[in-house]
T-cell receptor, first 115, second 112 residues
Framework: KAGVTQTPRYLIKTRGQQVTLSCSPI?????VSWYQQTPGQGLQFLFE???????NKGNFPGRFSGRQFSNSRSEMNVSTLELGDSALYLC??????????????FGPGTRLTVL | KQEVTQIPAALSVPEGENLVLNCSFT??????LQWFRQDPGKGLTSLLL?????REQTSGRLNASLDKSSGRSTLYIAASQPGDSATYLC???????????FGGGTRLMVKP
């Protein structure tokens, strides 16, 4: 089975722009979660989507949003980029056979640099 | 609010040593705990998943234990190799969904 894929792998944007990142989960996985990783804050949960609905949300401003499509692929969008949004954005998927018990598998990440 | 702490933050050992990485969490009402490995600039590789009802899991040279009541987990690596050099992260899931809270990681260097 192919793993979690994320596109693009690298992005450079300027302050004030917006960006859309994409994540394709492992085939058959219905849950997709997004995380932000920075040297200062470590790994922080952004949000989780399950069956096209946002199920959990982390403590990030409304500039961060996401969605999930019927094929479980997910996108996250960051509007009005700030320098502090520079980070590695990771997506994870899980099969969700039983609530809360499934292993999460991560993609390679998208490295976003905001200038 | 769940907080996860990993000690030590960095560790350097000679090849062949057995070593223990520690993870502690403040809220014991977890669904599961997962250990990951991250190589520089890369994504996370899942190493072991321990359900809340389990005490330990093993995979090859890796063994992870969980003491939910005391809020602790350990990752034991036997006969360490230079290829084990990476950052090791533990994460807990307190939620019926998939919402992991991560520790800060332990950066491991195994010297040949």
């Amino acid at each position: 089975k192919a793993g979690v894929t994320q596109t693009p792998r690298y992005l450079i944007k300027t302050r004030g722009q917006q960006v859309t990142l994409s994540c394709s989960p492992i085939s058959g996985h219905r849950s997709v979660s997004w995380y932000q990783q920075t040297p200062g804050q470590g790994l922080q949960f952004l949000f989780e989507y399950f069956s096209e609905t946002q199920r959990n949300k982390g403590n990030f401003p409304g500039r961060f949003s996401g969605r999930q499509f019927s094929n479980s692929r997910s996108e996250m969008n960051v509007s009005t980029l700030e320098l502090g949004d520079s980070a590695l954005y990771l997506c994870a998927s899980s099969a969700e056979r039983l609530a809360g018990v499934d292993e999460q598998f991560f993609g390679p990440g998208t490295r976003l640099t905001v200038l | 609010k769940q907080e996860v702490t990993q000690i030590p933050a960095a560790l350097s050992v000679p090849e062949g040593e057995n070593l223990v990485l520690n993870c502690s969490f403040t809220d014991s009402a977890i669904y599961n705990l997962q250990w990951f490995r991250q190589d520089p600039g890369k994504g996370l590789t899942s190493l072991l998943l321990i359900q809340s009802s389990q005490r330990e899991q093993t995979s090859g040279r890796l063994n992870a234990s969980l003491d939910k009541s005391s809020g602790r987990s350990t990752l034991y690596i036997a006969a360490s190799q230079p290829g084990d050099s990476a950052t090791y992260l533990c994460a807990v899931n307190n939620n019926a969904g998939n919402m992991l809270t991560f520790g800060g990681g332990t950066r491991l260097m195994v010297k040949p």
